[in-house]
């Protein structure tokens, strides 16, 4: 697979943020019928550049597939180099496993040969091989993996946990570090362990550890991924490979430029731009992910707000603020889905 972060030229240096950004928007629509994606295979996944972990529309309490196939397509064409479906942002833990697939399959046919993740998580071994077998049959890029939440294992049972997921999967692992979910961390000394497994090719970051994150880049073994969006323009200015980051539904080739001269370099070119996105980025995590992603888009037409209980939607108090953000009128005119 080929990087899609520079699978297009850059574009030029911002005299102003926001004159690069509508620069990008319209660089973006140009290059749409241009970007080919190939699938990814065991041996060539790529997993650096800007990975969007997908939203699940819902419409009457069931997923409302044509939503999401039109969403993927809209992201595909702003280039985003991958996908993340079934993840925590995709409300993973309120769909069963009829629609998790379902939701797999409509991401894979939308994605159109751009690279889809499938988001995973359990906490009974037994169970968990026999779904990674089962998700690994499709043409899937890699899965991201958590540790097995709530019994919080030892350190020697995380090893344990994802070498067998490794060993059983077909396809590469993502290690998915996220503590305040899982309720277990990751140590560097682990962490640094499992990345000489062949299996397990890159990490969602989101650990909290700035050390942790810095060792993991200088090892070289692991393509270190942004999970904290606040974290990716520190991460990949220093090395990282990319960002697996929910707010980049929205403003999407901004991000994908950003993260584009991060990788080049160009860490005082976008330093502006960076700064610029970060009122936006705070309050889709102002509150709980992804009420206020989901009701921006909402607000835009592209998707049903609806989150599936104990999850529930995004204020409407903060809905108006961040409406009225400066980037905010930016996003009024959703680009079409190709």
Known sequence: ?????????????????????????????EMRVQATHTPATTTDTDFS????????????????????????RRLRAD???GFVACGSTGEAAALDKAEQLAVL??????????????????????QALDWV??????????????APHYIRPSQAGLLHWFRSLADASRVPL???????????????ETL??????????????????????LALIAQGKLQVLAGDDLQMFATVAQGGAGAIAASAHLLTPAFVQLIRRLRAGDCGDVRDLWLTLVPWIEAVFAEPNPAPV????????????????????????????????????????LPEAS
Not at 2 to 27: E, K, Q
Not at 310 to 321: D, I, K, N, V, Y
């Open 105 to 126: 399959d409509t991401t894979l046919q939308a994605a159109d040969g751009c690279p889809v993740v499938m988001g995973m998580s359990d906490y009974h071994l037994t």
């Open 79 to 81: 280039g985003v180099s």
């Open 133 to 146: 077998r089962e998700l690994a049959s499709r043409p899937i890029a890699g899965l991201l993996v958590p």
């Open 49 to 72: 550049g800007l990975w969007i972990p997908l939203v699940t529309p819902f419409r009457a309490g069931a997923v409302d597939h044509a939503a999401l196939d039109q969403l993927v």
């Open 192 to 213: 640094l362990e499992l990345a000489c497994h062949p299996g397990i090719r890159a990490i969602k970051d989101c650990g909290a550890d700035s050390a942790k994150t």
């Open 294 to 333: 989901k009701a921006m888009l909402a607000s835009l037409g592209a998707i049903d707000g609806a989150l599936r209980a104990p999850m529930t939607g995004c204020s409407a108090r903060h809905l108006a603020s961040m409406r009225q953000l400066p980037l905010a009128p930016s996003m009024q005119q």
């Open 1 to 29: 697979m080929s990087d899609g972060t520079d699978a297009n030229p850059a574009g030029p240096p911002y005299a102003h943020p926001m004159d690069g950004f509508h620069r990008s928007l319209t660089a973006t629509k």
């Open 174 to 188: 993502i290690i998915y570090d996220i503590p305040a979910r899982t309720g277990v961390p990751l140590d560097r």
